[in-house]
T-cell receptor
Framework: EPEVTQTPSHQVTQMGQEVILRCVPI?????FYWYRQILGQKVEFLVS????????KSEIFDDQFSVERPDGSNFTLKIRSTKLEDSAMYFC?????????????FGSGTRLTVV | AQKVTQAQTEISVVEKEDVTLDCVYE???????LFWYKQPPSGELVFLIR??????QNEISGRYSWNFQKSTSSFNFTITASQVVDSAVYFC????????????FGPGTRLSVLP
């Protein structure tokens, strides 16, 4: 069964450093998402991406965050200057079509620890 | 606005007991999709079920069953004859078809099944 692949599975970074989280969505999917889960809390929407641009973003997704699909296969989330409160599990998801009926596929997550 | 409530923060049961996890949702859309995900201690999100708003039939899959009631805006999940491997956090989620298409997750219910 096709998978969404996220790398690395765990990343530790120093406060103030830039970090890039990588995702390889399912190859024929067109809609891409990033979600965040702070430890012990619920999963929160960050951003959705379609046709090489952001289609929707939450208030969490401020200027320190950016997303990119640099080469047609990867989908990346960049955090420009990490803060302690960015420590969380970050999930990438992809979907084949515009409706939720197509179903989402989540990656297994990247656990980011900011020290 | 869309919102998902899971009133039970934590539930503990003894193996072989049945357990029901509650989910109540709010939505402004007439077409929407409801989901349940399991998050084991390893952290990934495991898809369990997707239901659209036009399909109120209850569903059974092995020891799992789901009760969707539009009249009460609820989508409850029952595990029959629980097992230790069912111990996890379970999230209910909602995705509207016409007002952005990202997920809104509930806060999750932590289920502990004791041997």
């Amino acid at each position: 069964e096709p998978e969404v692949t996220q790398t690395p599975s765990h990343q530790v970074t120093q406060m103030g450093q830039e970090v890039i989280l990588r995702c390889v969505p399912i190859s024929n999917h067109l809609y891409f998402y990033w979600y965040r889960q702070i430890l012990g809390q619920k999963v929160e929407f960050l951003v959705s991406f379609y046709n090489n641009e952001i289609s929707e973003k939450s208030e969490i997704f401020d200027d320190q965050f950016s997303v990119e699909r640099p080469d047609g296969s990867n989908f990346t989330l960049k955090i420009r200057s990490t803060k302690l409160e960015d420590s969380a599990m970050y999930f990438c998801a992809s979907r084949a079509g515009p409706s939720p009926s197509y179903g989402y596929t989540f990656g297994s997550g990247t656990r980011l620890t900011v020290v | 606005a869309q919102k998902v409530t899971q009133a039970q923060t934590e539930i503990s049961v003894v193996e072989k007991e049945d357990v029901t996890l509650d989910c109540v949702y709010e939505t402004r859309d007439t077409t929407y999709y409801l989901f349940w995900y399991k998050q084991p201690p390893s952290g990934e999100l495991v898809f369990l079920i997707r239901r659209n708003s036009f399909d109120e039939q209850n569903e059974i899959s092995g020891r799992y069953s789901w009760n969707f009631q539009k009249s009460t805006s609820s989508f409850n999940f029952t595990i029959t004859a629980s097992q230790v491997v069912d111990s996890a956090v379970y999230f209910c989620a909602l995705s509207e078809a016409n007002y952005g298409q990202n997920f809104v997750f509930g806060p999750g219910t932590r289920l502990s099944v004791l041997p």
